[in-house]
């Protein structure tokens, strides 16, 4: 259908607009084109759709349109109680479910002042890590594939395998793990079960030389992602973007090593934090390899910290009916896409009166309108990948 408002004011200029994967056909003629991608399309990674309007092959305004998705998380936390709610919050970001679950646990421990085993906060910083790897290794398969090279997921998946089985064989779930609990996590490691992530951990570094060799030394790849999509440092902190997008372009700004958590206050010899100066697609895909092997790195300092430590308790006995007192605090985490915050205010009851999330990916994504403009339709796909993002976590 053709949008006949004028797009420039007293210009009369007309629109035609044009779906792909979910809009229609126009027939006016026209200088300007609205091009919908999505919200169902190969090239949206899920159900989001960008509003495009075109100058011939050159992107003049871009718009995301989120919502597609939204499931009202934050409304159903507050008919929740405490143990209930980390169901709901390991699944908005979906790669990312152990980080999201323990987002939630430190602001209920912190509101009620708890301490947390010494084996807890090790075995939570390692299973952290290993799922910033199983994050990582996805985009760094699944980007190559957008970009015509389908190899490299191949290499993806495999090393995934080996890290989804020992965390599968420690917490029950391939996806949503649901082993965190307020005061620690939900039971001790099985027999042997340091041992066989060690493993895991060695083979998977062994193969992500794969990565620099099939993608990173592709002339193609090269050709399609350097120089391409360059987000600046000023575009960062004005749309809150955080995470690896936001240190491919310079800013320098990791949670773990700033406001240290868990325990990567004791970490500091291990912990990189990876940044390019170039802000493009290829510093967003490097940035992402350095830091999937630093991740395997602090995975492997975990182990070696959990074999030192005698044996102890991982949890903390709570009461049959948890209540957090009355008051408001914040925790925020370097989630595997950025920066992932939990607002929580408490009336002393046993659901929370408020909690509020602060996902990255929604902050990230809205980057895009300062960022598509300018660019050639051919670029989008590319740009669009290497944000990195989860569909859940935009639309919560």
């Keep these: 259908m053709a949008d006949t408002t004028g797009s420039g004011g007293s ?3 007309t629109h035609t607009t044009v779906g792909i994967g979910g809009g229609a056909a126009g027939t006016a003629e026209s200088t300007d084109m609205v091009l919908n991608i999505g919200p169902q399309h190969p090239a949206t990674h899920g159900v989001l759709r960008l509003r495009l309007v075109l100058d011939g092959e050159r992107i003049s305004a871009a718009e995301p349109v989120v919502g597609y998705m939204h499931r009202g998380a934050e409304k159903l936390f507050e008919a929740r109680d405490y143990r209930q709610i980390i169901v709901l919050a390991n699944r908005h970001d979906w790669l990312s479910a152990f980080s999201n679950e323990l987002g939630v646990v430190l602001a209920v421990e912190r509101m009620l002042g708890m301490e947390v085993p010494e084996r807890a906060v090790w075995l939570r910083t390692l299973l952290a890590e290993l799922n910033r790897a199983l ?12 970009l015509g090279g389908i190899t490299p997921i191949f290499y993806a998946f495999t090393e995934r395998e080996g890290l989804q089985h020992v965390m599968e064989e420690v917490s029950g779930g391939r996806i949503h793990y649901m082993f965190n609990r307020v005061g620690g996590l939900k039971e001790e490691l099985p027999a042997g079960w340091t041992d066989r992530a060690r ?6 570094r062994a193969g992500m030389g794969r990565f620099d060799d099939l993608v990173l030394g592709n002339e193609v790849f090269r050709g399609r992602t350097r120089g391409v999509g360059v987000l600046d440092a000023k575009t960062v902190h004005a749309y809150g973007v955080s995470g690896p997008i936001a240190r491919a372009s310079g800013v320098d700004f990791d949670l773990r090593r700033d406001e240290p ?10 912990l990189r934090v990876v940044t390019r ?26 182990l070696d910290r959990l074999a030192e430590l005698p044996p102890g308790p991982v949890n903390q006995r709570l ?3 948890l209540k957090a007192p009355e008051g408001a605090t914040y925790a925020w985490t370097e989630n595997p896409l950025g920066i992932n915050g939990y607002y929580l205010v408490s009336k002393g009851e046993k659901t929370p009166y408020r909690l509020k999330l602060r996902s990255a990916s929604f902050n990230n994504i809205q980057a895009l309108s300062e960022l598509l403009p300018g660019t050639l339709v051919a670029d989008m796909v590319a740009i669009l990948g290497s944000f990195f ?8």
């Design 199 to 204: 493993g895991a951990v060695a083979a998977v």
């Design 11 to 13: 210009t009369g200029t």
């Design 389 to 396: 993002f989860v569909v859940g976590d935009i639309d919560k």
């Design 261 to 270: 958590y868990l325990a990567y206050g004791e970490l500091g010899d291990v």
């Design 277 to 302: 100066d170039a802000g493009d697609c290829l510093a967003r895909f490097e940035v992402l390899l350095d830091q999937t092997k630093n991740a395997l790195e602090l995975a492997d300092a975990c």
């Design 135 to 146: 994050n990582h290794l996805m985009f760094l398969g699944s980007y190559p594939l957008e």
């Design 319 to 321: 009461p049959k009916v």
